[in-house]
């Protein structure tokens, strides 16, 4: 009912840049929320950047002064700006939404996922 694409990744060397994409699409009433999360090898997914309708933006503590993640309503897109990239930031990232679905007269909110782009970072 609900589709995110993330688009982006790829491959960058320390201290460059890349910017991470997700749309959503489908049968929307409203999207509360939009974000990123990363996993890398061996490790636990987490939580990078959140950002809700009115604005306000929480970010890892890792990230944060380098990353920084905005939203378009109209569009129900949100991306992700990722400067002086580390290699530790090398992972799978992966577009997360809050998402009520049109049609649902309980407006009841579920949580859709991107299937994820590659980020690599290393020289």
């Known amino acids: 009912q609900v589709q995110l694409l993330e688009s982006g990744g790829g491959l960058v060397q320390p201290g460059g840049s890349l910017r991470l994409s997700c749309a959503a699409s489908?049968?929307?009433?409203?999207?509360?929320?939009m974000g990123w999360y990363r996993q890398a090898p061996g490790k636990q997914r987490e939580l990078v950047a959140v950002?809700?309708?009115?604005?306000?933006?929480s970010y890892v503590d890792s990230v944060k002064g380098r990353f920084t993640i905005s939203r378009d309503n109209a569009k129900n897109t949100v991306s992700l700006q990722m400067n002086s990239l580390k290699p530790e930031d090398t992972a799978v990232y992966y577009c997360?939404?809050?998402?009520?679905?049109?049609?649902?007269?309980?407006?009841?909110?579920?949580?859709?996922w991107g299937q994820g782009t590659q980020v690599t970072v290393s020289s």
């Open positions: 950002i809700i309708t009115g604005g306000s933006a």
């Open positions: 997360n939404a809050r998402v009520v679905p049109n049609g649902d007269p309980w407006r009841r909110e579920s949580t859709y």
């Open positions: 489908g049968s929307i009433f409203r999207v509360n929320a």
